[in-house]
T-cell receptor, first 111, second 111 residues
């Protein structure tokens, strides 16, 4: 089993609220990723990080932001949530070009 | 054209059947190939890496054909628990460590 954790697992929140989705891994992986996935649809990379203080935008434009202050921690923040942000957010990590391991995901619903 | 293409299915097969999925990728310089499995509303999990010589893990066999740029997954003696979406994954051929996920092939195994 991969040692990668996400909290909360489920979040229902009102429009305009600021939210932070947490992701932590204990495998010492240098690379971390955030994906967005709607039900029955494909994964879309929204952010990635090569290491501490390194963050890049992914393929899908997102209004969220990320930070990587510690190797094991890669939180994602939405300053002002909107219904269009309703989706599942999956965090993953890898060592170099090795396999990516996924966390259980956060299912976000914005009312 | 998508970088990784898969037949979305669904493949509906009886228990005990043998089923095969194919996946094509567009960049001939790709070096890393994987099959992931994703259950409904869960995170993707690595099923197996795909090596040039082909590899087998129990009832699962993966093959790589570099000349034709396709990857296959064969499942023998299908179980009900094999019902899931199977994602074909290829590394991105640039300086990043990103993976490209196919949109998945859905398998339904019926009693």
């Amino acid at each position: 089993e991969a040692d990668i954790y996400q909290t909360p697992r489920y979040l229902v929140i009102g429009t305009g609220k600021k939210i932070t989705l947490e992701c932590s891994q204990t495998m010492g992986h240098d690379k971390m990723y955030w994906y967005q996935q709607d039900p029955g649809m494909e994964l879309h990379l929204i952010h990635y990080s090569y290491g501490v203080n390194s963050t890049e935008k992914g393929d899908l434009s997102s209004e969220s932001t990320v930070s990587r202050i510690r190797t094991e921690h890669f939180p994602l923040t939405l300053e002002s949530a909107r219904p269009s942000h309703t989706s599942q957010y999956l965090c993953a990590s890898s060592r170099g070009t090795d396999t990516q391991y996924f966390g259980p995901g956060t299912r976000l619903t914005v009312l | 054209r998508k970088e990784v293409e898969q037949d979305p299915g669904p493949f509906n097969v009886p228990e005990g059947a043998t089923v095969a999925f194919n996946c094509t990728y567009s960049n001939s310089a790709s070096q890393s190939f994987f099959w992931y499995r994703q259950d409904c509303r869960k995170e993707p999990k690595l099923l197996m890496s795909v090596y040039s010589s082909g590899n087998e893990d129990g009832r699962f066999t993966a093959q790589l054909n570099r000349a034709s740029q396709y990857i296959s997954l064969l499942i023998r003696d299908s179980k009900l628990s094999d019902s899931a979406t199977y994602l074909c994954v290829v590394n991105r051929v640039d300086s990043s460590y990103k993976l490209i996920f196919g949109s998945g092939t859905r398998l339904l195994v019926r009693p």
